[in-house]
């Protein structure tokens, strides 16, 4: 092993030391950053420097898929290995970089190359995507080996239509939205609105919007909120949750990269309502493009005084920072992103106490993802009743939706609440594309599939709970009538079997029981009673899991299991349809 | 807050004092709740799920270890919804680890009719011995992840932390810093860990040495060299 030069490790410590081990993720990074992987002798010295014990230090470490404990390669490609890519061909994008790669560790700079599988990447709307060095490739089979390695790519281009455009009024221009567009195109009034007004008016206002978390879970926005206010704790924390990782999900990301402001406003308006004077923006790993827009958003907008001591001139004072994500699709469960934050391993806590009592720090906390934070603007700039003009009675609002796969125009879709199914796919995303609609997975790869009598079902909370599918966070993968559901379905037990945390025994065991059994259903040869297995296991994990990752691991098998029986039995007896 | 509450466990009324777990107050009204990863003396964590039990109006089943008496509450401890998951856990652990000398977890697995062959084919984790101190051996193919050993050797005993996790998922295992052999550690042998560990998958070496049929003489002159050895490695690296 070459000698690990430590001197160059002393500004990160000197930066991050201080912090104690809520620093552990970030110095991690920068020690990653400056040694391509993290050495025993550097991560001893950072577990010093932060004192946090040894090994407690390295269970960070293999905690995240993204922090390396041995060398790698100086170019690593991650290939998305989840549905909508494995689709648009990933499977031989892999191969195909694997025969060109070999693999020297000592070879001089920039000779040495690896290819691994990647979860979702979050940018399914461009498939077959990878990412090089944290640089995100789109259609990458359409890109030569020698320019995918040096990474001389274009950033990928921002897919947004729809009917109405209220979050997205900003995006589409490919590149981010400035603090002064943002601001001439009434950006930050909002914001101002807030001010003059009471927390209580604020939260009154929001409740009376009807605004309901868009992170997947649904509850209600001004709810969460008048919870954290009245609990008794100080300081209060607002986090946003941008750790963006359902197998299908990129709406975050589009919003991120092209209005950063649009969000920061609804965080500074969450703050201002529950009281809290300092925040966290968590970003996943993979997002490095969207971190620096981030990043570049929340100096401008200190620079400019809308954070820091006096918010627009206001008494309230709130500040914050940006936290990058290291690969772990679990630390999007709102506590387990707070254990993050806190520089431990992202298990998810028991529940109760809730995050509005017991959050970040043991501190009231409202957590509240992207998406929901970009509908505050617009509530408390237009007021709750114009909000309500768009969507349904008990759907208000614009929605989100993410729609890759066998889709003609793949895209992020923004539409008021009620639209039909039909009209999301057929009308805005051009239909289908190379055959028949066989069926869509709702709600990413934790949800459900749709089939085609489910075309005139209106996109709402109340409607899509009575046809049982889930909203989720707003994604719809298309599947047409030639593809093999079979496939699909390894591709999701296999994103589950690797991320379950391995806390509680139904997940951690279950997960990768699924996952065998699925193997043998892709492989068209189950054993007689996999079917049997498959609905304990299933069940066992929907039922008694911990967090929301092990309930929902069985969920798309399950529908599988109900809309497609013949799946699940030895090839020679399945229905003709079933072996496409 | 009330000093007591009252609630209905299978039908039965009962009255504990408030902060009482699901699991204490079955107990109290004679009812046994088969329990692996909790411990008296041990932060609950909620890992094994094995003591759900069914509350109405709850979505999904809850684990009685953690979850505290509310009043009126209706709990079901032995629902079919209970058994069945209990059952498919115990099923899917019998599938992964070595439970040969974890009796009482194989009891469960009798009482509820549990299949130990119940899942072909399925990766067991099967990591090999770790013996690399005079004190105790880590086998942790028997390792059912109770995280029992890591919380006595922190904060809820010795504040020593000297074993962490490693992996994650089905991977996940109990290490050190690196992989590094205990003695490289903060370990300070005090033996806390092998003595909450419910499968012997911590193990005193002497009796590790014994079932491998080694007489007592043999084993202390083993163990007793190994300590020395130990002894001296500091003195003779300056
Ligand atoms: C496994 C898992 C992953 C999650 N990932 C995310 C995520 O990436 N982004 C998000 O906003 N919420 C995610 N959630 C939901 C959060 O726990 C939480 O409900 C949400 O951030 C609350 O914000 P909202 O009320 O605005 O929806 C996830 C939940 C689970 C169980
Ligand atoms: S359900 Fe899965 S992800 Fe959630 S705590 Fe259990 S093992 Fe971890
Ligand atoms: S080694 Fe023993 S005490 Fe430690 S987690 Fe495994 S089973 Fe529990
Ligand atoms: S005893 Fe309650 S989860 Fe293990």
């Known amino acids: 092993m070459n000698e690990i030069d430590l001197t160059l490790l002393e500004p990160v410590l000197q930066t991050y030391g201080p912090q104690g081990r809520t620093a552990l993720l970030p110095a991690l990074h920068a020690a990653q950053d400056l040694y391509g992987y993290l050495p025993e002798p550097v991560a001893e010295a950072v577990a010093r420097a932060l004192h946090v014990p040894l090994a407690d230090v390295h269970g960070v470490i293999e905690f995240y898929a993204m922090f390396y404990p041995q060398k790698v390669a100086q170019t690593v490609l991650h290939v998305c290995n989840d549905p909508a890519c494995g689709m648009a061909g990933a499977d031989a994008l892999f191969k195909n970089l694997t025969s060109r790669v070999e693999l020297n560790l000592d070879a001089p700079s920039g000779t040495s190359v690896t290819v691994e599988r990647a979860p979702c990447l979050g940018l399914c709307e461009h498939a077959p995507a990878l990412m090089v060095q944290g640089a995100q490739v789109a259609q990458a089979d359409r890109r030569s080996y020698e320019d995918l390695v040096r990474g001389r790519l274009p950033r990928p281009r921002t897919l947004v239509g729809g009917d109405i455009a209220i979050l997205t009024a900003n995006c589409g221009k490919n590149r981010p939205t400035t603090l002064e567009e943002y601001t001439q195109s009434g950006g930050y009034s909002g914001l101002r609105r807030a001010l003059q007004s009471s927390p209580a008016e604020i939260i009154a206002e929001v409740k009376a919007s009807g605004l309901v978390g868009r992170g997947g879970a649904a509850f209600p926005t001004g709810l969460k909120w008048e919870g954290a206010a009245n609990a008794s704790g100080d300081p209060k924390y607002v986090v946003c949750n941008a750790d963006e990782a359902e197998p299908g999900t990129f709406k975050d990301r589009v919003l991120m990269e092209n209005d950063p402001h649009r969000i920061l406003e609804g965080l500074l308006i969450c703050a201002y309502a529950v009281g809290a004077s300092y925040g966290y923006w968590y970003i996943r790993g993979e997002y490095t493009a969207q971190m620096e827009i981030v990043t570049h958003a929340v100096e401008e907008a200190r620079q400019a005084g809308i954070l820091g001591g006096s918010v627009l001139g206001s008494p309230f004072h709130f500040d914050m920072e940006i936290r990058r994500g290291a690969g772990a699709y679990i630390c999007g469960e709102e506590t387990a992103l707070f254990e993050s934050i806190e520089g431990k391993r992202g298990f998810p806590r028991i529940k109760p106490p809730f995050p509005t009592t017991h959050g970040l720090f043991g501190r009231p906390t409202v957590i509240n993802n992207v998406e929901t934070l970009a509908n505050l603007p617009y509530i408390l700039a237009h007021g709750a009743a114009q909000y309500r003009q768009m969507g349904t009675e008990k759907s208000p609002g614009p929605k989100l939706f993410c729609l890759s796969g066998d889709v003609v125009r793949p895209g992020l879709y923004e539409v008021p609440f009620g639209v039909t199914f039909d009209h999301l796919l057929n009308d805005l995303a051009g239909g289908v594309r190379g055959g028949e609609l066989k069926a869509a997975l709702f709600g990413g790869a934790a949800g459900a599939f749709a089939t085609p009598q489910h075309l005139g079902v209106r996109l709402t909370f109340e409607d899509l709970r009575a046809a049982g599918l889930p909203l989720g966070s707003g994604v719809i993968t298309v599947f047409n009538q030639h593809r093999d559901l079979r496939d699909v379905l390894l591709r999701l037990g296999h994103f589950f079997a690797d991320e379950s945390c391995g806390k509680c025994y139904p997940c951690q065991l279950g997960t990768q029981r699924q996952y065998e059994i699925l193997q043998r259903v892709a492989a068209g040869s189950p054993l007689p009673e996999d079917v049997a297995r498959l609905q304990d296991v299933g069940w066992t994990m929907t039922d008694a899991s911990l967090c929301g990752l092990g309930q929902t691991a069985a969920s798309a098998v399950l529908s599988a299991m109900r809309h497609w029986p013949e799946l699940f039995v030895p090839a020679a007896q399945s229905a003709p349809q079933a072996q496409v | ?238």
């Open chain 2, 1 to 238: 807050m009330s000093e007591s509450i009252s609630l209905t466990i299978n039908g039965q009324p009962v009255t504990v004092p408030a902060g009482t777990t699901l699991l204490k107050a079955a107990e109290q009204a004679g009812i046994s709740i088969p329990t692996i990863c909790y411990h008296d003396y041990c932060t609950a964590n909620g890992l094994c799920r094995l003591c759900v039990v069914e509350v109405e109006g709850s979505r999904t089943l809850v684990a009685s270890c953690v979850a505290k008496a509310a009043p009126n509450m209706q709990v079901q401890t032995h629902s079919e919804r209970v058994l069945r998951a209990r059952r498919t856990v115990l099923e899917m652990l019998e599938a992964s680890v070595d439970l040969s000398e974890a009796p009482e977890i194989q009891a469960f697995s009798q009482e509820l009719n549990a299949d130990p062959q119940r899942f072909p084919d399925a990766e067991k984790r099967q990591p090999p011995v770790v013996d690399d101190n005079p004190m105790y051996v880590r086998d942790y193919a028997k390792c059912v992840l109770c995280w029992r050993c890591v919380q006595v050797c922190a904060e809820d005993a010795q504040y020593t932390f000297a074993i962490n996790f490693t992996g994650r998922g089905f991977e996940t295992q109990i290490g050190t810093f690196f992989e590094k052999p205990l003695p490289d550690t903060s370990c300070v042998f005090c033996g806390q860990c092998v003595g909450v560990c419910p499968t012997n998958a911590l193990k005193p070496k002497r009796q590790w040495l014994m079932e491998q049929g080694y007489s007592t003489d043999e084993i202390m002159d083993m163990t007793r060299t190994e300590r020395r050895r130990r002894k001296r490695a500091p003195l003779s690296a300056e």
